[in-house]
């Protein structure tokens, strides 16, 4: 059983519990230049890459400043979860591991980015890295996923009273503000062999994956991603008790051989105390809490 009772968000449960939109997926990989934000840098690199959108990650690399936030307590009941106060390095310091979807909001490239670092002389932090108030203090190397024919579209969504991405078609808009379509229909692009995800409150983050992965005719699978969880078990090692978290993904998979119930998910994840938890989720026990996005990649179609 979930560690936390559902989280109740303030609007009406959508009807549909994921988004999801088919790609092509190839490897991309290029350059955050020096003096660069984080935003500007992963933009620059999506639409140099000709792709519609990506999944990115860079397991080093200094910046100076930077800065983020880490989930908190909402300060009134119009959210179910808000952000901490901003924590600011002006000195810099350096990224341990983050991830980033890289997307579009207002017809303009967007990044919401996960991950940990450390601040000169500080402790390992984690959180939701503000992207366009970090900047490389060096070139940093990033690779990552590239999507051609999904996109993720950041939209009002009335469920959470947040403005989040969702999964769609790259034809019914990347670099264009589709938010008032809602649309959460799957898109198509040329011979797909991946998926651009999000997923909604209250449903166990391996037990959902897995399910669109069955439902894709996909036998094993390669998933990267970020997300917020509402409590969350681990094989090993103590539990996460926070109703609001921020993960990345360090390792995530598909095998219906092996378990077609549920996906795996390696996870680096922070409380709203800044405790920092990594490990192997727990199926069944993992409850999404705000959102999840994810690049899903077939390993092997059953199809």
């Known amino acids: 059983m979930p560690l936390n ?22 490897p991309i990989a290029f350059t955050i230049e020096e003096g660069e934000t984080v935003e500007e840098g992963l933009g620059r690199g999506l639409r140099a890459s000709g792709c519609d959108s990506a999944y990115i990650e860079f397991d080093g690399g200094r910046l100076s400043p930077f800065a983020f936030v880490m989930p908190a307590a909402a300060p009134d009941d119009r959210h179910a979860a808000w952000y901490s106060p901003t924590v600011q390095h002006d000195a810099g310091g350096r990224v341990l591991f983050a991830g980033a979807i890289v997307g579009w909001r207002d017809g303009e490239t967007f990044v919401h ?28 190397e990033v690779r990552g996923t590239g999507l051609h024919g999904a996109a993720f579209i950041s939209q009002d969504d009335p469920e959470t009273c947040f403005r989040l991405f969702a999964a769609q078609a790259a034809a019914a808009g990347a670099g264009n503000d589709n938010s008032e379509t809602g649309s959460d ?30 439902d894709e005719g996909f036998a094993r ?6 997300g917020s969880l509402n409590g969350a078990i681990f094989e090993e090692g103590p539990a996460m ?8 993904v360090l390792e995530g998979c598909y095998d219906a051989a092996a378990d077609p119930e549920a996906a795996r998910l390696r996870i680096l994840v922070v409380d709203m105390d800044g405790r920092v938890f990594e490990g192997w989720l727990a199926p069944g026990e993992c409850p999404v809490c705000v959102t999840c996005e994810f690049v899903v990649t077939a390993a092997n179609s059953a199809t």
């Open 5 to 26: 009772p559902p989280i109740r968000h303030p609007g009406p449960a959508a009807a549909r519990r994921d988004a999801r939109a088919h790609a092509r997926t190839r």
């Open 113 to 140: 980015c996960h991950g940990s670092w450390q601040a000169k002389g500080g402790p390992v932090e984690m959180g939701h890295l503000l992207c366009p108030d970090s900047r490389a203090a060096a070139p940093i």
């Open 185 to 214: 229909e799957a898109g198509d692009a040329r011979d797909p062999d991946g998926l651009a995800v999000t997923l909604r409150p209250n449903q166990d983050v391996c037990a959902a994956l897995a399910a669109i992965c069955r």
């Open 221 to 226: 699978a390669e998933i990267r991603g970020i």
């Open 241 to 248: 008790r926070s109703y609001a978290s921020e993960f990345v």
